[in-house]
């Protein structure tokens, strides 16, 4: 059974970093494309970017082009956030699936937990 969970959430000023982690267990994360998405309170669930299975290619949500770099080690899945602001505040999901990556969270079909970053103005 796959699992996958978040780590490295919590809360940072403004203009700080946070590097978050996403560890799959229960099958290969290689052979999955992986993507980060996070949900503030009351707001839909946003797409934050997302890394190919395999060739390397990236994606990036408009709002943190720039700011934000997702990568892959081997069964780990990062996301560095820098230049944190207080609209990035929320919980952030990790998700993967045995395809392409998207930009959709309906195409998804493993998620973690979520793992809860704040940021203080």
């Known amino acids: 059974q796959v699992h996958l969970e978040e780590s490295g959430g919590g809360l940072v000023q403004a203009g700080g970093s946070l590097r978050l982690s996403c560890v799959m267990t229960?099958?290969?994360?290689?052979?999955?494309?992986a993507a980060w998405f996070r949900q503030a309170p009351g707001k839909e669930r946003e797409f934050v970017a997302s890394h190919s299975a395999n060739g390397g290619l990236t994606a990036y949500g408009d709002s943190v082009k720039g700011r934000f770099t997702i990568s892959r080690d081997g069964g780990n899945a990062f996301l560095q956030m820098n230049s944190l602001k207080p609209e990035d505040s929320a919980i952030y999901l990790c998700?993967?699936?045995?395809?392409?990556?998207?930009?959709?969270?309906?195409?998804?079909?493993?998620w973690g937990q979520g793992t809860q970053v704040t940021v203080s103005s």
């Open positions: 998700a993967a699936r045995g395809g392409w990556a998207t930009s959709v969270s309906n195409d998804y079909d493993h």
């Open positions: 229960g099958h290969t994360f290689s052979l999955y494309a």
